[in-house]
């Protein structure tokens, strides 16, 4: 029996088509041209960076979101645009933001004051720092000698708003756990805890409404 499963097959089965002259030409991808696909990527960044300044190649303003999914809502992340109450809150219009290279997304919305606080700040910091130029007058492109220093050094996104890493939550520095945390059952504390964040709206109803009975009863 093993000298039958070690037998060298005769037959060759070969699935790729080398041929170009087969039916079924055209089968086999190749990447011979990978190296100068890189460079020309690179060189169309470049000649981008030259159009669009002093606009960021990045592209406009986003707003700072978590993640979704319970594993990942602590990691920040950017957003699409900002929502129109965001946009509002920090006294500009829709129409006008984006303008000024502003992303704005009508379909998100603010499901807490923290984001709408986050993406409110944002913006105030972005309007300080922002350098605005007149349409149609002077032509910018590839002029950066003719500029002042400090327009220079300013058009970049980084320049203008905080990144991602300023808007990670502090992480608490290692040390003793007290004697209460030791002698504390901790699936049930986290549970309770997780129950008293979930339950806190329907509990404040019950009890508005109990007292609207109880006044009620009074009278």
């Known amino acids: 029996?093993?000298?039958?499963?070690?037998?060298?097959?005769?037959?060759?089965?070969?699935?790729?088509?080398?041929?170009?002259?087969?039916?079924?030409?055209?089968h086999v991808k190749t990447w011979f041209n990978q190296a100068p696909q890189k460079k020309q990527r690179r060189i169309r960044r470049m000649q981008k960076a030259k159009d669009v300044f002093p606009r960021p190649v990045s592209g406009p303003l986003?707003?700072?979101?978590?993640?979704?999914?319970?594993?990942?809502?602590?990691?920040?992340?950017?957003?699409?645009?900002?929502?129109?109450?965001?946009?509002?809150?920090?006294?500009l219009c829709v129409k006008y933001a984006r303008t000024i290279g502003i992303g704005v997304d009508?379909?998100?919305?603010?499901?807490?004051?923290?984001?709408?606080?986050?993406?409110?700040?944002?913006?105030k910091s972005y309007l300080e720092k922002l350098i605005l130029y007149p349409l149609g007058k002077t032509n910018w492109k590839g002029e950066k000698n003719q500029m002042p220093k400090d327009?220079?050094?300013?058009?970049?996104?980084?320049?203008?708003?905080?990144?991602?890493?300023?808007?990670?939550?502090?992480?608490?520095?290692?040390?003793?756990?007290?004697e209460v945390e030791k002698s504390r059952h901790i699936y049930n504390f986290l549970r309770k805890v997780q129950r008293d964040s979930k339950l806190i709206g329907v509990r404040i109803q019950r009890?508005?409404?109990?007292?609207?009975?109880?006044?009620?009863?009074?009278?």
């Open 151 to 178: 327009v220079v050094q300013d058009t970049s996104q980084n320049g203008v708003a905080r990144g991602l890493d300023s808007y990670k939550p502090s992480e608490e520095a290692p040390r003793v756990p007290t």
């Open 1 to 26: 029996r093993d000298r039958y499963q070690r037998r060298v097959h005769g037959k060759n089965r070969f699935r790729k088509h080398w041929n170009p002259c087969a039916s079924q030409k055209g």
């Open 62 to 91: 986003r707003p700072v979101v978590m993640c979704p999914t319970q594993r990942y809502n602590h990691k920040p992340r950017y957003g699409k645009g900002f929502t129109i109450q965001e946009v509002k809150a920090a006294g």
């Open 106 to 123: 009508q379909r998100r919305k603010n499901h807490s004051e923290e984001s709408l606080s986050r993406n409110t700040d944002r913006l």
């Open 207 to 219: 009890q508005q409404r109990k007292d609207e009975k109880a006044k009620a009863k009074a009278k």
